[in-house]
Structure formats: C-alpha cells, structure tokens
C-alpha cells in the first residue's frame, strides 16, 4: 500500500472492542503497522494497544457523537501524522419483522450503521484527499447483497452503505484513493449473540417467517463457520494490491450465497426481459 514515507501504514478502524474489528487491529499491529484501536468505551481497548507500545493508539470513538469522531481522528494524525487506511467496522444487528421495528430503535440502529459511517468518512477525507492516497474498507455484510425475514432493518442499512460505497468509490478513485466493501458471511464472533439486539414485539402472524430466523439467527452463535482472524488477514491483503477491489465476499457461505443470488436476479431479468422493454419509447 502506498504512503509518501517508508513509515508503515497507519490504520483508524471503529468499532474494536470485539469481533473482526479487534481481529483486524490485531493483525495490522502484528505485521508490524500503526494502528488507532477505537471503541465506543476506551477501555474496552487498552489492553490491547498496550502490548505494542507506541504503534498502537487506543482512543473513544463513537460513531453517533460528530465530536467524538473529530476528537479521535486528530489524536491519530497527531500522534501518527495521518491516516493510510479507514477502516469503518463499528455496526451492529437487529431482529424483528418489518411491522415489530421500533423506530427508535430503527433510527439509532441507521445512526450506528450508515450515519456514523458517514461522519467518519468526512473527519477522514480531507486529509487523505490532501495525500492523494488512502484506503477506505466500508463493513457490510452478505446481508447486504440478499436479504431474508427478521433483519430487514439490518438489511436496509447494509444496501444503503453498499450504495453509498460504489459512489464513493467513483468519486475517489481519480484522487487515487481506493474504498472496498468487505462482506462477511457468518463469522464467529458476537453479531449474533451479544451485540444482538431485537424488537420486544412479536406478532403472531410473523412467526412462522420473521419468528422463526430470529430464533434460528441467534441459535448460530459461537457455531458460525467463519474466522475473524483469518477475515481480517484477507481484508489487509486486499488493501494491500495496487487495485483493491470494490467488493471482498469473505467466507464461503458468502460466496455461495452470492452466487445464488445472482443465478437468481438473472433468472428474474431474463423472464421478464420482454415486458422490462415494453416501456421502451418507439413504434408499437
């Protein structure tokens, strides 16, 4: 990855106090790199930086607090002189059908998932676009390619982040700064359990759709076939190529429910091809 020092690459990534966020901490500050280790609270994480000494920087960071971002992004390019990569992890899920959200609750959860995204993006931005360099890695989900009952709300924020990543990619491109969408699959870490939150309402009609993947979407916790570790070393070697790619599926039940995805839509578009352009203007 390219910086304008032989200085190893400075990394801010949200969301570490868990999960691939702390694995990927981890990992960048193994191999020897700079790393701001953030979390909601600060001491989720200070034992972690602690172990590597001066490379690793451990900092608040609340995505839903504009000051908070702010404050943490100018006491990384304080201390490490700029940020190389951004790595926008923080996130969590929700489960109820679409009628059970509460809209507190879907609002915040909006907050957390793309709001907060964005406000990282703006504290970081400016200086990468000073650089003419850096790399963006934006967390979304195989969720965020196909959706199922129960998480549609997590769903939504996933296909907003994903839209607003292909754009941002566009627009960053020619300023020679890369972004990819990192889609996991089901790795083992504590989406599905702890950080797991739901609507208290469950409506009857719901539950033989909605009802039933809750109960299946919390029963695979600590039983998921992907590794953090090994996600986070992926994530890190796409980021180093000279043209990371926009999307990184990661895991093999995210590549095979990606492809099933696509057999489908193309499906859905071929059978539908001729009444798709019937809308067309021309001679009838």
Known sequence: MPNETNESPVWLITGCS????????????????????????RAA??????????????L??????????????QACEQ?????????????????????????????????????????VLKAVLPGMRARRSGRIVNVSSFGGLAAFAATGYYHATKFALEGLSESLAAELAPLGIAVTIAEPGGLRTRWAGASMRQSPIRLDDYEQTAGKRREATLAVSGRQPGDPARAAAAIAAAV???MPPLRLL???D?????????????????????????VDLGER
């Open 79 to 119: 201390a490490f002189g700029r940020i190389d990569v951004l790595v926008n992890n923080a996130g969590y899920g929700y489960l109820a059908a679409v009628e059970e959200g509460e809209e507190a609750a879907v609002r915040a959860l909006f907050d957390t998932n793309v709001h907060g995204v964005v406000t």
């Open 240 to 242: 180093d190529t000279g």
């Open 60 to 73: 608040q960071l609340d995505v839903t607090d504009p000051a908070s971002v702010a404050a943490a992004v």
């Open 254 to 278: 995210a590549l095979a429910g990606a492809r099933a995805r696509l057999e489908r839509m193309r499906g859905e578009i071929d059978a539908n091809e001729a009444l798709t352009t019937s």
């Open 18 to 41: 868990s999960g691939l966020g702390r694995a990927l901490a981890q990992h960048a500050l193994e191999r020897g790199d700079r790393v701001a280790v953030t979390a909601r609270d």
């Open 250 to 252: 990661l895991g093999s």
């Open 45 to 58: 994480v200070t034992g972690l930086a602690g172990r590597y000494g001066d490379r690793a920087l451990a």
